[in-house]
């Protein structure tokens, strides 16, 4: 007996980011599937794929936003519920990975939350990730299946270059952002920007604290008279980027944008971006940005081609890393 299977290309997605993940597969061409999600009223979540997805390729879409617990907690039953149902390949796509921020001991008796969330995607039964600008590269090496890590910098360099003329600083608002910020120039060179400097802020968070980040001294150009663009992974309570903003005003910077791929835009946020130096604040939609978190000078794009286009090179089995020029590793 001989037997033709045929892949079947599945997207499910969980409650965390309607908008974003009907943007995906409008662009993928493909309905999403569907399913039955509810909470029962001890706050316990339950899920039911409404059709067979026996033999397909199930793609499990979930940023973890806010409540981080619940949004992650649903794609891991989205994912335990299709292993169950006897999918051939479950790929969790995470456009924003949770809990990334903790993936070493900084200190005594801390946990290393970025493996915890890793291990938990292979306890569910995930085969595969998908995910948008990790906090750090390396988080990739706590999984034991394939991680396709993805970037939103050829969403953001495009929209960039047409907002700055003259001469351009990069600036990364700590000194761990050098390849970051090289990529960035790289983007802006071969756009036809010749002055392009880079520079770090030396910042530092005082022991024991979260969300508190002290700027230190600027390091690498002067950018008196030049654009600077302010360049990071997120955005939580803003506190670091709006420090990095000030201190070029204050240094004599023609004009401030903010870019980051991540708008959590968590607690003062909103207040501290709006009443900061920066021209622009530029994120995409990895995450749902609603109405209370808005401001004028607040620039989202839509990272849902370029999820898309990973989705369909993972299900076709071609190369992710091609659709990023080498800048996503």
Same mark, same amino acid.
Do not use: W
């Given at each position: 007996m001989e037997l033709v299977t045929k892949k079947k290309l599945i997207v499910v997605a969980g409650r965390g980011h309607p908008e974003l993940a009907s943007e995906v597969t409008r662009d993928l061409g493909v309905p999403l599937a569907d399913i039955e999600l509810s909470t029962f009223a001890n706050g316990e979540i339950y899920c039911r794929y409404g059709e067979s997805i026996r033999g397909s390729d199930v793609f499990v879409f979930q940023p973890h936003c806010?409540?981080?617990?619940?949004?992650? *907690?649903?794609?891991?039953?989205? &994912?335990?519920?299709?292993? =169950?149902?006897?999918?051939?390949?479950?790929?969790?796509?995470?456009?924003?990975?949770?809990?990334?921020? !903790?993936? =070493?001991?900084?200190?005594?008796?801390?946990?290393?939350?970025?493996?915890?969330?890793?291990? *938990?995607?292979?306890?569910?039964?995930?085969?595969?990730?998908?995910?948008?600008?990790?906090?750090?590269? !390396?988080? !990739?090496?706590?999984?034991?299946?394939?991680?396709?890590? %993805?970037?939103?910098?050829?969403?953001?360099?495009?929209? %960039? =270059?047409? !907002?700055?003329?003259?001469?351009?600083? &990069?600036?990364?608002?700590?000194?761990?952002?050098?390849?970051? *910020?090289?990529?960035?120039?790289?983007?802006?060179?071969?756009?036809?920007?010749?002055?392009?400097?880079?520079?770090?802020?030396?910042? =530092?968070?005082?022991?024991?604290?979260?969300?508190?980040?002290?700027?230190?001294?600027?390091?690498?150009?002067?950018?008196?008279?030049?654009?600077?663009?302010?360049?990071?992974?997120?955005?939580?309570?803003?506190?670091?980027?709006?420090?990095?903003?000030? *201190?070029?005003?204050?240094?004599?910077?023609?004009?401030?944008i903010i870019a980051a791929t991540h708008g959590l835009l968590s607690g003062p946020a909103v207040d501290r971006l709006k009443n900061s130096p920066a021209r622009e604040v530029v994120v995409t939609n990895t995450l749902p940005i609603g109405d209370e978190k808005q401001f004028p000078s607040l620039k989202v794009l839509s990272i849902a081609p370029l999820v898309a286009e990973a989705i369909d090179a993972v299900f076709e089995d071609t190369s992710v890393s091609e659709l990023f020029e080498g800048d996503n590793f």
């Open positions: 806010d409540p981080i617990n619940d949004t992650l *907690m649903e794609q891991l039953i989205l &994912i335990d519920a299709a292993k =169950r149902a006897s999918a051939k390949r479950i790929t969790a796509v995470c456009p924003f990975y949770g809990y990334a921020r !903790q993936d =070493r001991k900084a200190e005594g008796r801390e946990p290393i939350t970025a493996r915890l969330v890793a291990d *938990m995607f292979t306890a569910a039964g995930a085969d595969r990730v998908v995910t948008v600008d990790l906090h750090t590269g !390396q988080i !990739q090496g706590f999984f034991d299946f394939p991680v396709d890590h %993805l970037t939103a910098l050829p969403v953001l360099a495009e929209y %960039l =270059r047409a !907002q700055v003329s003259g001469p351009v600083t &990069i600036v990364s608002p700590d000194a761990g952002g050098g390849k970051l *910020m090289r990529r960035y120039a790289n983007r802006f060179e071969a756009a036809g920007i010749d002055d392009i400097e880079l520079a770090f802020i030396d910042k =530092r968070r005082p022991k024991g604290t979260h969300n508190v980040a002290v700027a230190g001294e600027l390091v690498g150009s002067d950018v008196r008279g030049r654009s600077c663009i302010i360049v990071d992974d997120m955005i939580d309570t803003a506190g670091t980027v709006t420090n990095a903003a000030e *201190m070029l005003h204050d240094r004599g910077a023609a004009e401030v």
